[in-house]
């Protein structure tokens, strides 16, 4: 089972930037998959975008334009940068592993421990 560990959050103002960093235990392609998720205080957790078996982005409606999702290239480490931070971006974010299959990110078995982004007005 892989591994996940992420880090990069912190606390910046609307209109900021910050890189999260997803940490793999092991070499993710081929049927792997990542996604990004995050969770506010009192809501439930959203996706905001995934990484498919192919290394292709995908974005939520929510983020598009402003959030990227990239990989260097021993695909062990995944980023998430993130751009014209608002107030509603707060919240802890978590990647998480699944498997590629007919063209859908599943069975995420394995999560980071978290990072907490707030962004303030």
């Known amino acids: 089972q892989v591994q996940l560990t992420e880090s990069g959050g912190g606390s910046v103002q609307a209109g900021g930037s910050l890189i999260l960093s997803c940490v793999a235990s092991i070499y993710t392609a081929n049927r792997l998959c990542v996604g990004w998720f995050r969770q506010a205080p009192g809501k439930e957790r959203e996706a905001i975008g995934l990484?498919?078996?192919?290394?292709?982005?995908h974005y939520a409606n929510s983020v598009k334009g402003r959030f990227t999702f990239s990989q260097d290239k021993n695909k062990r480490t995944l980023f998430l940068q993130m751009n014209s931070l608002n107030p509603e971006d707060t919240g802890m974010y978590y990647c998480?592993?699944?498997?590629?299959?007919?063209?859908?990110?599943?069975?995420?078995?394995?999560w980071g421990q978290g990072t907490q982004v707030t962004v303030s007005s």
């Open positions: 990484i498919d078996g192919y290394g292709r982005p």
């Open positions: 998480a592993a699944g498997l590629w299959s007919s063209g859908l990110c599943q069975h995420y078995d394995s």
